[in-house]
């Protein structure tokens, strides 16, 4: 048996047998009004989607210990919060790409949560995220539920998130060129993906509630209750053990040297990364001081300009522009706006970088861009490039 019970309030609650079979649910205002269980029944209290996404990361390491340590400086620029108030935890990580998908939910948030449903009695064993438990077909790469006006989205490989269904376009402009299988919970949004472009989108009946999911297909999900939420009792002791066996065993020094090397090379990867996106906002916003968290003060900035058509316009442009440069080396060097048009000048590392840039622009079929001009010089190519909303 194991009980399911969202948070916050209102929670809707499951009770699922150990053959993943729903043998009751319910909702209710109040966690105090949730039907105790025996205390063997675990209890998983499920987060929303929005508040406990997936991020995509690129990273080189070795090890996971050192893989977690430089995690904190790589998201940093994928999220508007301080990173030090958010609980990450590792979801998928392939050693040979360097590819690294974590999941980000607030310690607040999630310290809330927890301590309302045992306050009401309930002992809480693991904390998933909602999107975790939506089934995976074996011969797809993505499912996609539709929820009020909204899309829940699962990968095996690429975590979970959610989407307004405005944005259905703008993401499918990131998978169009490998075109993967998708499964999709509602006939319509099939119909919208083949209309897209999309060739391998079939309908799956999943339904978009947890007692529906688990009727197709029971999953533990993603369990977050790790590192300083992990529940008491559940770490090895063998880790109280580490720091005196290390200290033992042979090479301990020339080991700890190498660690040390790798962390270095992986906060440099994160803070070219950091600087990348610090000259965009310089750029975007002359004569600004430099931001401690460059992206969320762009991303405030730009939410100050949405009061006009023009400065709309240029939130949009700079928004597709910037999501297509970063963490490809390319570096943003001028931006002009001006009659609904947005030019750029760029420094990369070939001319090839720059035509890769044009075709991820255009692939999204909603911008019109021109190569005004390009060049060689010092052994670096430099371009002006310009995009504005194509007709």
Same mark, same amino acid.
């Given at each position: 048996?194991?009980?399911? /019970?969202? /948070?916050?309030?209102?929670?809707?609650?499951?009770? /699922?047998?150990?053959?993943?079979?729903?043998?009751?649910?319910?909702?209710?205002?109040?966690?105090?009004?949730?039907?105790?269980?025996?205390?063997?029944?675990?209890?998983?209290?499920?987060?929303?989607?929005?508040?406990?996404?997936?991020?995509?990361?690129?990273?080189?390491?070795?090890?996971?210990?050192?893989?977690?340590?430089?995690?904190?400086?790589?998201?940093?620029?994928?999220?508007?919060?301080?990173?030090?108030?958010?609980?990450?935890?590792?979801?998928? !990580?392939?050693?040979?790409?360097?590819?690294?998908?974590?999941?980000?939910?607030?310690?607040?948030?999630?310290?809330?949560?927890?301590?309302?449903?045992?306050?009401?009695?309930?002992?809480?064993?693991?904390?998933?995220?909602?999107?975790?438990?939506?089934?995976?077909?074996?011969?797809?790469?993505?499912?996609?539920?539709?929820?009020?006006?909204?899309?829940?989205?699962?990968?095996?490989?690429?975590?979970?998130?959610?989407?307004?269904?405005?944005?259905?376009?703008?993401?499918? &402009?990131?998978?169009?060129?490998?075109?993967?299988?998708?499964?999709?919970?509602?006939?319509?949004?099939?119909?919208?993906?083949?209309?897209?472009?999309?060739?391998?989108?079939?309908?799956?009946?999943?339904?978009?509630?947890?007692?529906?999911?688990?009727?197709?297909?029971?999953?533990?999900?993603?369990?977050?209750?790790?590192?300083?939420?992990?529940?008491?009792?559940?770490?090895?002791?063998?880790?109280?053990?580490?720091?005196?066996?290390?200290?033992?065993?042979?090479?301990?020094?020339?080991?700890?040297?190498?660690?040390?090397?790798?962390? !270095?090379?992986?906060?440099?990867?994160?803070?070219?990364?950091?600087?990348?996106?610090?000259?965009?906002?310089?750029?975007?916003?002359?004569?600004?001081?430099?931001?401690?968290?460059?992206?969320?003060?762009?991303?405030?900035?730009?939410?100050?300009?949405?009061?006009?058509?023009?400065?709309?316009?240029?939130?949009?442009?700079?928004?597709?522009?910037?999501?297509?440069?970063?963490?490809?080396?390319?570096?943003?060097?001028?931006?002009?706006? &001006?009659?609904?048009?947005?030019?750029?000048?760029?420094?990369?590392?070939?001319?090839?970088?720059?035509?890769?840039?044009?075709?991820?622009?255009?692939?999204?079929?909603?911008?019109?861009?021109?190569?005004?001009?390009?060049?060689?010089?010092?052994?670096?190519?430099?371009?002006?490039?310009?995009?504005?909303? &194509?007709?």
């Amino acid at each position: 048996m194991n009980l399911f /019970v969202s /948070v916050p309030a209102p929670h809707r609650w499951v009770l /699922v047998t150990t053959d993943g079979q729903v043998q009751d649910q319910g909702e209710c205002a109040h966690a105090a009004q949730i039907p105790l269980p025996e205390p063997s029944v675990p209890v998983t209290a499920v987060v929303p989607t929005a508040q406990a996404p997936s991020y995509q990361l690129k990273l080189a390491a070795r090890s996971r210990k050192k893989l977690m340590q430089a995690l904190a400086y790589a998201l940093e620029e994928q999220v508007a919060e301080d990173v030090g108030e958010l609980h990450v935890t590792l979801t998928t !990580w392939d050693r040979a790409t360097g590819q690294v998908t974590v999941t980000a939910c607030r310690k607040d948030l999630l310290s809330k949560w927890i301590s309302t449903l045992e306050d009401a009695g309930l002992v809480v064993s693991r904390v998933v995220p909602e999107w975790s438990l939506i089934p995976l077909h074996t011969d797809t790469r993505w499912t996609l539920v539709v929820r009020d006006q909204e899309l829940l989205l699962h990968s095996p490989t690429e975590g979970g998130f959610l989407l307004g269904m405005d944005m259905l376009e703008t993401w499918w &402009s990131t998978q169009r060129e490998a075109d993967p299988p998708v499964a999709v919970s509602d006939r319509a949004l099939v119909d919208r993906l083949l209309a897209l472009g999309a060739t391998h989108a079939h309908h799956w009946g999943t339904g978009n509630q947890l007692p529906d999911w688990i009727a197709v297909q029971a999953r533990e999900g993603l369990d977050l209750r790790q590192g300083e939420f992990a529940v008491a009792g559940t770490r090895s002791p063998w880790h109280r053990l580490w720091p005196a066996a290390a200290a033992l065993a042979g090479g301990a020094i020339l080991l700890l040297a190498v660690q040390a090397a790798e962390y !270095w090379h992986l906060r440099q990867q994160a803070v070219q990364q950091r600087a990348q996106v610090q000259q965009i906002y310089q750029q975007a916003f002359p004569g600004a001081r430099p931001a401690r968290h460059p992206r969320a003060e762009y991303e405030r900035r730009l939410a100050a300009l949405q009061g006009n058509a023009s400065a709309g316009e240029f939130l949009y442009l700079l928004q597709q522009l910037t999501s297509a440069v970063l963490g490809t080396g390319l570096q943003v060097q001028d931006l002009r706006f &001006s009659d609904g048009r947005l030019t750029t000048a760029l420094n990369a590392p070939d001319f090839e970088s720059i035509e890769h840039l044009k075709q991820i622009l255009e692939a999204r079929g909603t911008l019109a861009i021109q190569l005004l001009s390009s060049g060689a010089r010092d052994g670096k190519t430099t371009a002006r490039i310009s995009l504005e909303r &194509s007709a």
